[in-house]
């Protein structure tokens, strides 16, 4: 099993729709989360760190229940330039400041 | 904001050859991280550094070795380079401090094809 899974994917939506990601985590002492956006042949961007009490940021919300150990990203309204990968992230261990990925998952909107 | 630079975006190189990809980052980052990313397999952690002169194996090092001789540049060396090591190579920096919620920001990435 992976130390980080998200959803398959891929996720094909229309325009305004709402889609959620989920991302689950294996290591029960993992510290810090996040959500990275990556274009088609282009380097991953951060898109949001993921707090415990959630937090959001226009359309985008982000949420971590450490209890099932998942992460999830919700995007609202979706635009046709939301369409990219969504990678999440998980840091844990002494060297807390290294990240593992899971391997993405692909959102497509479409007019 | 902070910039990542890798010196090469495209490279090829001939099987057997001593590979050097350089990153360079402009925000005096302690953090510092090579990944490769293949599809089906994501990004894998090659090696990382959280300060000058230290580096610290990631999950695929064998291959690969690194310098850290400058706080911005960490240097990312192929040996002798192989066809399995043809990839997408990026380098991340971090900020540190009392935060844990920083994250990475990546270099453009440099796309290595060893034939």
């Known amino acids: 099993r992976k130390e980080v899974e998200q959803d398959p994917g891929p996720f094909n939506v229309p325009e305004g729709a709402t889609v959620a990601f989920n991302c689950t985590y294996s290591?029960?002492?993992?510290?810090?989360f996040f959500w990275y956006r990556q274009d088609c042949r282009k380097e991953p961007k951060l898109l949001m760190s993921?707090?415990?009490s959630g937090n959001e940021d226009g359309r985008f919300t982000a949420q971590l229940n450490r209890a099932s150990q998942y992460i999830s990203l919700l995007i609202r309204d979706s635009k046709l330039s939301d369409s990219a990968t969504y990678l999440c992230?998980?840091?844990?261990?002494?060297?807390?400041?290294?990240?593992?990925f899971g391997d993405g998952t692909t959102l497509t909107v479409k007019p | 904001d902070v910039k990542v630079t890798q010196s090469s975006r495209y490279l090829v190189k001939r099987t057997g050859e001593k590979v050097f990809l350089e990153c360079v980052q402009d925000?005096?980052?302690?953090?510092m991280f090579w990944y490769r990313q293949d599809p089906g397999l994501g990004l894998r952690l090659i090696y990382f550094?959280?300060?000058?002169?230290?580096?610290e194996k990631g999950d695929i090092p064998e291959g690969y070795s690194v310098s850290r001789e400058k706080k911005e540049r960490f240097s990312l060396i192929l040996e002798s380079a192989s066809t399995n090591q043809t990839s997408m190579y990026l380098c991340?920096?971090?900020?540190?401090?009392?935060?844990?919620?920083?994250?990475?920001?990546f270099g453009s990435g440099t796309r290595l094809t060893v034939v």
């Open positions: 991340a920096s971090r900020n540190t401090g009392t935060i844990s919620n920083y994250g990475y920001t």
């Open positions: 550094s959280y300060d000058v002169k230290m580096k």
């Open positions: 290591n029960s002492a993992s510290q810090s």
């Open positions: 993921v707090y415990s």
């Open positions: 925000m005096d980052h302690e953090n």
């Open positions: 992230a998980v840091n844990w261990g002494t060297n807390a400041g290294k990240s593992t």
